[in-house]
């Protein structure tokens, strides 16, 4: 590779990312001068005006100073923030691929606390109280239903098929059957997941294609019992349905770490229901993120430079 590789561009990383991926990083584009900076430091608007490249998630308002950049590699997998704001000649590029495995861990969590009654166990020993026998569910047999096979559906998947549960699944975009899912269907046949899951696994990201996807009439096709899970965008569920339903007790109980407005304003009636665990928009915090996400850079990297297509690409009409 020509050690000129990079010569006259600047990419300003605003994420905390490992020194050792930084080194990789470089080595790739030896001429390419990296700045390391946080919003607060002194030096980051002078590093956001020059930059072509910026991996992490510049604000919004700041972006009109970014006057020179050719690609913008987000630290996130939604990009709903940037699809409508971001000029058309700057790359668009996500982290997917680095929130699978955590938001897949998370997902079970939540899935295992409500099947083995975690939170009221939780509750009851916060009294000193012996609950003494729960009736209590299995995962092995049930249906885990998921809305969204991309990297994070497809790591739910994995796990649910180590536990036993039969998978399904719709996506926009069929491609090939991953082992781990049963059924593969596209996404018109939504209802029908709805009415076949006791575990639904929303993993969509928040576009105006998804807006409200999942409203009452949706949500009424839940089974008696079953369960939804939300870790891709608050918009995609109605909340207001979701709240009626889940005060019918169909579904039994959701598991959600996003909502609709961020943070969950604490009027939402959300925090008052007995069958909802509220996790804060973190089920994608990972240890691993700065070095998964130099991972992408160093694949997309060579390829900017040569003017080649980039993986990760944000389709600025599906936007994501
Ligand atoms: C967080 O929600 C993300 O999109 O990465």
Redesign the pocket.
Known sequence: MSELLGKGIRMLVQISMPQEQIRQIQALAPQMRIDQLKRSDARYYEALREAHIVVGWPRVEDLPQAGNLRWLQI????ANRYVDVLPSHVILTN?SG??GIPIAEHVFAMMLAFTRGIPQALDAAKRSAWLGYMTLGELFGSTCGIVGLGDIGTEVARRAKAFGMRVIAVKRTLGIKPECVDELRDASELDWLLESSDHVVVTLPGTVHTTNMIDAGRLSLMRPGSYIYNIG?GSVIDESALIQALREGRPAGAGLD?FADEPLPVESDLWRLPNVIITP?VA?STPQHGARLAQIVMRNLPRFLAGQPLENLVDRYWGY
């Open positions: 630290a996130g997998a939604g982290a680095v929130f965008r996003v928009h994608g």
